[in-house]
């Protein structure tokens, strides 16, 4: 008779849900449990049968609990013995395979079969329970967890049924609640907040008896406001290693990141931001050779090419003009004198003509009008004054161009190329720039674990010798003494390179890693949605670039109080004037650089010149 009327009541309890992802686990220890997986293949065609006997299979369970859409519920029906469903709750603790997204059913014939299950569950798995009173009333529980971070079971409802009629069912409240109003209210539990010593994020105080509180920092403020509105306390528990951490070769995990995998603490918020590069700020370029800096290399390269082929290119129209000319005059003076032309006059004869200038003049003009000194030569045909008219454009807009640039250059101090991105970073390994990241860091992590794009550059060009620090600190000092570009969160970076000396550091223009904010928790929370929520609003109301501020606030006035009164008095008077600046010899040494190196190869050429006419 119990067999019978199973059906019905598994039935009832997953109708309100409308289920269209069904996983059945039995083990036959269950009078008519052959009647429910024949009911059930036939209600829902995509339902999944596993049998666990003798024993439950991980690998199926495995498959059970990950193969579906993160959008989706899947209902994991249990129809098994007490010790056989402990035995499969076991094996997803051990392997932190709880969801959110997946509901349990527990069907069973023990009326303490909810106390056998309480020391097996963790915070994660959404179980419902039905369990026998007698042989027609069946009570109905769901797991949650008490204030005192207990996992206990609620009653909700019964269900009663006689062989041959539909049961009925009284239910008090739904057997699954809605997670996210669930846990919008934790009931003043006391959650366990891993963290490590921090500022300007997660700043610690020591207590004499050894406790650890939090002191201040940008995330304890945002733990406090949620704490505020979802009701509830938190306590600081630091990893033994004091270390951010991550998983190592060995498959082993340290730190924060250890105490969340493990679940020995609720969340983790503790630098979980956008992160950006930080690099030495970079150096004034040498004036010495100012007059160069308005091209680049190869625009001078093609400016030289240029001018020295329209010397040729002038002296080409004018001989070609010249030739015909004095062709189109001896033709006519035959044909005046009645005499037929011969075959050789009409031919261009290159020889020298008086009257014609040589390419050595016509390169020398072409020179100087490419610095604005004029054209002495004549320009008789208009083939030849089409060269001219556009060469004089073109060294007009150059000259133009080249003098309004050199006067930036001159007038404004010019700095070396800066890292604003992860391009610029690889770009800056030419330099000698090596990555740099915080030893049992997530950027560690990240870098080192990548296999593919820029982060496998990046790692390929980690030298551990000078690119991992054991502290932020030595990672800034890197900066500056070992050339690094050090990789760490943005809003930590502006305060330390501010604490070091702000105008040491370049941060990089464009970021990576670029969520707003975020917060660790364990695998499978079904909190983390509430979590996300409240994260997302406080972020759009700008509380934490709020925070931010008044941390780098706090930061500038102690570093001001600490300054010297003259000192102080001198920087405030000096950002308020603004001086002058007038060209110097150092602006110009470019200049006289060109004029020593091209008389050294006049002196040169003189010198040559006299030996060669005393041999001859």
């Known amino acids: 008779m119990k067999g019978s009327i ?7 309890l997953l109708q309100p849900s409308h289920p269209n992802d ?18 059930f293949s036939e209600r829902w065609a995509a339902t999944t049968l596993l049998t666990a006997t003798p024993a439950p299979d991980l690998s199926q369970l495995l498959v059970a609990l990950t193969s579906f859409h993160t959008n989706d519920l899947r209902y994991m029906v249990l129809l098994c013995s007490a010790n056989t469903t402990r035995t499969i709750f076991d094996m997803v603790s051990n392997n932190n395979l709880e969801s959110r997204r997946i509901r349990w059913l527990v069907v069973g014939e023990e009326p303490d079969l909810a106390a056998t299950l309480l020391h097996t569950l963790r915070e994660g798995s959404l179980v419902g329970i039905a369990s026998r009173v007698n042989n027609n009333l069946y009570k109905m ?61 997660f700043g610690l105080k020591y207590l004499e008896n050894d406790t650890v509180v939090s002191d201040r ?11 505020y509105y979802l009701n509830f306390t938190y306590r600081v528990e630091v990893p033994p290693d004091q270390q951010w951490g991550g998983v190592q070769k060995d498959g082993t995990v340290t730190g924060i990141i250890r105490e969340i995998a493990t679940r020995g603490a609720h969340l983790a918020i ?40 329209m010397g040729p290119l002038g002296y080409l129209f004018s001989r070609v003009h010249h030739q015909l000319t004095q062709t189109f005059d ?4 035959e044909r005046s004198r009645n005499v037929g032309p011969s075959f050789d006059s009409g031919r261009i004869k290159w020889g020298s003509e008086p009257g014609l200038r040589g390419v ?49 250059y001159l007038t404004k101090p010019s700095f070396d190329k800066p890292i604003d991105s992860l391009e610029d970073l690889l770009e800056a390994r030419e330099r000698g720039v090596a990555p740099s990241v915080t030893v049992g ?71 990576f890693y670029p969520q707003p904010y975020g917060i660790a928790c364990p695998p499978g929370a079904p909190y983390t949605p509430v979590l996300n929520l409240m994260l997302g609003r406080m972020v759009q109301a700008g509380l934490v670039d709020k925070w931010h501020r008044d941390e780098l606030t706090n930061m500038k006035q102690s570093s001001e109080q600490s300054k010297p009164k003259d000192q102080t008095q001198e920087t405030e008077v000096g950002q308020g004037s603004v001086a002058v600046r007038s060209l110097a010899l150092d602006h110009l040494q470019g200049a006289f650089y060109i004029l020593g190196c091209f008389t050294v190869v006049a002196a040169v050429a003189l010198l040559t010149e006299v030996i060669m006419s005393l041999y001859s």
């Not at 995330?219 to 406090?224: L, R």
């Not at 610095?371 to 001219?388: K, T």
């Open 6 to 12: 199973l059906p019905s009541l598994v039935l009832f």
């Open 22 to 39: 069904v996983v059945i686990i039995y083990d036959y220890t269950l009078p008519g449990v052959n009647k429910i997986v024949e009911s």
């Open 141 to 201: 529980s769901f797991s949650y967890m008490n204030h005192e971070n207990q996992m206990r079971f609620q009653e909700v409802g019964v269900w009663t049924g006689r062989k041959g009629k539909v049961g009925k069912g009284r239910m008090n409240r739904p057997l699954y609640p809605d997670i996210v109003n669930h846990y919008r209210n934790f009931q003043g539990r006391n959650l366990i907040s891993s963290a490590v010593d921090n500022w300007p994020f």
């Open 217 to 227: 920092g940008i995330d304890i403020n945002v733990i406090n406001t949620l704490g």
């Open 270 to 309: 503790d630098e979980f931001t956008i992160t950006a590069i930080t690099s030495k700020a970079p150096a004034e370029r040498s004036r010495s050779l100012a007059v160069l800096y308005p091209f680049s290399s190869l625009t001078w390269i093609i400016l030289v090419i240029v001018t020295l082929l």
């Open 330 to 333: 001896s033709t006519h003076n």
């Open 360 to 408: 050595e003049m016509f390169c020398f003009n072409m020179f100087r009008t490419i610095i604005i000194q004029g054209n002495l030569l004549p320009a008789s045909s208009w083939p030849l004054r089409l060269v001219f008219f556009s060469w004089y454009a073109f060294c007009v807009i150059l000259y133009a161009v080249y003098a309004g640039t050199l006067t930036a």
């Open 441 to 511: 860091t997530s950027n560690e992590m990240i870098i080192k674990t990548a296999t593919s794009g820029i982060f496998k550059d990046i790692y390929d060009s980690l030298d551990p010798s000078r690119s991992f620090a054991s502290s932020v600190l030595d990672a800034f000092e890197g900066v500056i003494e070992k050339n690094t570009a050090f990789i760490s969160e943005l809003v930590g970076s502006e305060i330390y390179a501010m604490k070091q000396g702000r105008h040491l550091y370049h941060l990089a223009r464009n970021s």
